[in-house]
C-alpha cells in the first residue's frame, strides 16, 4: 500500500516547467521586491503556477505578498555569522562604536 497518489491521466502542466522555474528565479533575482502577480505577469504563467514554482521549486515563501527564501544557503549563513562576529568585535573594542555608527563619524 502506498500514501503517493496514483499518476492521473490528462496532459501534464507545462507552466511549472524547467524553462519557466529558470525565468521565475532571473525575475526574482533581478528584483526580489516584485509580487507574486507582477513576476506571473511578467513570465506569462498564472498566480497559482507561480506561486506553486515559488513554494515547491524554489522553496520560497511569500511575506506580504513579496517572495523571500524560506532558509538561508550554507554561504548565506556563513556570511552573517562572520559580519555579526565583526561586528560584535567592533562593538566591544570600540566603547564609540555606536556613537560613530550612528553620527557618521
Do not use: W, Y
Amino acid at each position: 500500500m502506498s500514501v503517493d497518489e496514483d499518476p492521473r491521466p490528462g496532459r501534464p502542466s507545462t507552466s511549472t516547467n524547467n524553462n519557466h522555474v529558470e525565468r521565475v528565479r532571473a525575475v526574482i533575482r533581478g528584483n526580489h521586491r516584485l509580487t507574486v502577480q507582477e513576476v506571473a505577469d511578467e513570465v506569462g504563467i498564472s498566480i497559482g503556477s507561480c506561486h506553486q514554482i515559488f513554494t515547491e521549486k524554489l522553496q520560497m515563501g511569500c511575506v506580504s505578498a513579496k517572495c523571500v527564501p524560506h532558509l538561508l544557503t550554507d554561504n548565506q549563513r556563513e556570511n552573517h555569522v562572520e559580519i555579526s562576529q565583526e561586528l560584535l568585535a567592533n562593538a566591544n573594542g570600540n566603547e564609540n562604536f555606536l556613537k560613530n555608527t550612528i553620527t557618521g563619524d
